[in-house]
T-cell receptor, first 113, second 117 residues
């Protein structure tokens, strides 16, 4: 059974810092990996999707990398801002079979002004 | 502005009552997912449809939960009878699957926050 782990569970940084969020998964046979952002009391916003054949994806100040063989992904946030404060979730889809997401428990990020 | 919509956004009910949650997927999407989010368990899959056919509902308590897609623009999740342990946020997501090389990106609705007293 696929398990997804995110470290750290919570992170507090001063504004302007660059930071890295980590995600690991136990079964490397994935189809893709998706990073989401969730604000308190809100739904999930898709940030980046990396397909299994890709190594990284970039969107603005966000960069996500994927190392399938070691079962790891990182989300890099450059020049963090208070508006980046949210919970960041990593999720994977299995390589075969159903196309549902298996989620990690998230990293709660607080960026201090 | 294509987005997944869900109704109601909030629902408070008493134990034993029937609860129906509705989801309108993004027009043109052919996959629909129901997920449940709780503090203890995080986000878990309840049911998954492709082209309106149920492909996986193994995450759903069969005795009280049912999920259907009456048409391509509406998905429903019903709980009967509801119990306090069903209190959670229920998310619907949709996506487009065309073949083995499809991105399979999923887009989430705002969720229905259910409280069963």
């Amino acid at each position: 059974k696929q398990e997804v782990t995110q470290i750290p569970a919570a992170l507090s940084v001063p504004e302007g810092e660059n930071l890295v969020l980590n995600c690991s998964f136990t079964d490397s046979a994935i189809y893709n990996l998706q990073w989401f952002r969730q604000d308190p009391g809100k739904g999930l916003t898709s940030l980046l999707l990396i397909q299994s054949s890709q190594r990284e994806q970039t969107s603005g100040r966000l960069n996500a990398s994927l190392d399938k063989s070691s079962g790891r992904s990182t989300l890099y946030i450059a020049a963090s801002q208070p508006g980046d404060s949210a919970t960041y979730l990593c999720a994977v889809i299995k390589g075969t079979g159903r196309r549902a997401l298996t989620f990690g428990s998230g990293t709660r990020l607080q960026v201090q002004p | 502005d294509a987005r997944v919509t869900q109704t109601p956004r909030h629902k408070v009910t008493e134990m034993g009552q029937e609860v129906t949650m509705r989801c309108q997927p993004i027009l043109g999407h052919n996959t629909v997912f129901w997920y449940r989010q709780t503090m203890m368990q995080g986000l878990e899959l309840l049911a998954y449809f492709r082209n309106r056919a149920p492909l996986d509902d193994s995450g759903m308590p069969k005795d009280r939960f049912s999920a259907e897609m009456p048409d391509a623009t509406l998905a429903t999740l019903k709980i009967q009878p509801s119990e306090p342990r069903d209190s959670a946020v229920y998310f619907c997501a949709s996506g487009l699957v065309l073949g083995p090389e499809t991105r399979n990106e999923q887009f989430f609705g705002p969720g229905t926050r259910l409280t069963v007293l």
